[in-house]
């Protein structure tokens, strides 16, 4: 399984960002794919994340409100909305896949990784 994350770039505090990911190698049915991000000499933070089925979705509260993510199993795409952007989202944000379909917050829990875009927030 490959993700590849996509979307990221600079943009002012206020706007808006939609970060895809692209999963090929198999089919993202079954799995429970989320969104990390890592500041630079911070750890890497939980974002969201999306089931499959039940397409239950999960949110830091810190984050609720301002993001949304979805996914498109026939198109194995999973989408990151996020809104009034800060500099303090400033981050590389990475997409991961969880064959457990947890949706958890935990990194630990997710086996597949793609390589991150870089999202910068002006001021």
């Known amino acids: 399984v490959q993700l590849q994350a996509s979307g990221g770039g600079v943009v002012q505090a206020g706007d808006s960002l939609t970060l895809s990911c692209k999963v090929s190698?198999?089919?993202?049915?079954?799995?429970?794919v989320g969104w990390f991000r890592q500041a630079p000499g911070k750890e890497r933070e939980f974002v969201a994340a999306?089931?499959?089925?039940?397409?239950?979705?999960y949110y830091p509260e810190a984050l609720k409100g301002r993001c949304t993510v979805s996914r498109d199993n026939a198109g194995n795409m999973v989408s990151l909305q996020m809104n009034s952007l800060k500099p303090e989202d400033t981050a590389v944000y990475y997409c991961?896949?969880?064959?457990?379909?947890?949706?958890?917050?935990?990194?630990?829990?997710?086996?597949?990784w793609g390589q991150g875009t870089q999202v910068t927030v002006s001021s």
């Open positions: 991961a896949a969880d064959p457990a379909n947890s949706g958890s917050s935990f990194s630990e829990r997710y086996r597949y």
């Open positions: 190698g198999r089919t993202i049915g079954t799995y429970a």
């Open positions: 999306i089931t499959w089925g039940g397409y239950k979705t």
